[in-house]
């Protein structure tokens, strides 16, 4: 007796497409569309609901004049956006540099010969070492601190020790996610390299490194979306980014919907590479659990 769908693995196996039933089709549409009709639904009573209750507040008049003033918005929102331009700067020279530091750390505490032994104690108390050290206190001692040294040739400009700082404390956690991503793939694919007469070094570049790079790659957009929000820590060192602008004009209207403003502009950067890496890991999941990956 032939057992449920036994014809449809044999198509399978044999290369020919496998027969699919457009009544289950119409079905899983059916029930995909459904679902996402009522999840709609949902969302807009829940968010009428929450709106309603809070616009219902004694305290809210007080609370839009002060945080959500239409006027205060557009009044300030032309030089915020100006201002966040530096946090994009900032953001875009610090990530390439961050992946360099990490990946190199990365590398030299994976190096195994004795020789290199102090390398890897290097590498290891700075691992260690920014990723116990809060970030913003980082960003205070290079910028307010290696310029007071005064030291011959060094920059004296505070907005490139705040870069510095922003490179040395993500580059630790960075070199982190990379160690995880190479010691993610399995040893069998070094020993089928190095059969095949591959050097140490080509084994990394062309099948370990491949693997973890992609194994990694949604932990590090994760790591690059809490980058671009602490771009904002740079302002204690004066640079005029966005929340400073932000401090400027509140101080100026003693009104804080600046800041909120200012809010909307990192949402506005961060949640498109946050459904990014939400859709990447998805992806992901979906090519492992059909067992082969592009």
Known sequence: ?????????????????????????????????????????????????????????????????????????????????????????????????????GLTVALVRRL???????????????????????????????????????????????????????????????????RAGIDSVHPSQRMAARSLGLSSWQTNRYVVLPQAVRNVTPPLLNDFISLQKDTALVSVLGPIEVLRQAQIDASFTFNYTPYVAAACLFIALTIPMTRFTDWLQERQRRQRGSGFAT
């Open 112 to 178: 195994l010969s004795p020789i290199f032994l102090p390398l890897r104690i290097i590498a290891t108390v700075y691992v260690d070492v920014f990723r116990g050290v809060p970030t913003l206190l980082v960003i205070l001692l290079l910028g307010f601190g290696v310029p007071a040294l005064q030291l011959q040739g060094a920059p004296d400009e505070v907005l490139v020790w705040g870069v510095v700082a922003l490179v040395l404390s993500y580059g630790a956690y960075v070199a982190e996610v990379f």
């Open 1 to 101: 007796m032939t057992e449920p769908g036994s014809a449809s693995v044999a198509a399978a196996r044999a290369g020919a497409t496998p027969y699919v039933d457009p009544a289950r089709v119409r079905y899983r549409q059916r029930k995909a569309w459904r679902d996402a009709a009522i999840g709609i639904v949902s969302l807009i009573v829940t968010a009428t609901v929450v709106t309603l209750i809070v616009v219902r507040t004694p305290g809210w008049p007080a609370v839009q004049e002060t945080f959500f003033s239409p006027e205060a918005f557009a009044e300030s929102f032309p030089g915020l956006l100006e201002a966040f331009w530096l946090n994009v700067r900032i953001f875009l020279i610090a990530e390439p540099l961050i992946l360099i530091l």
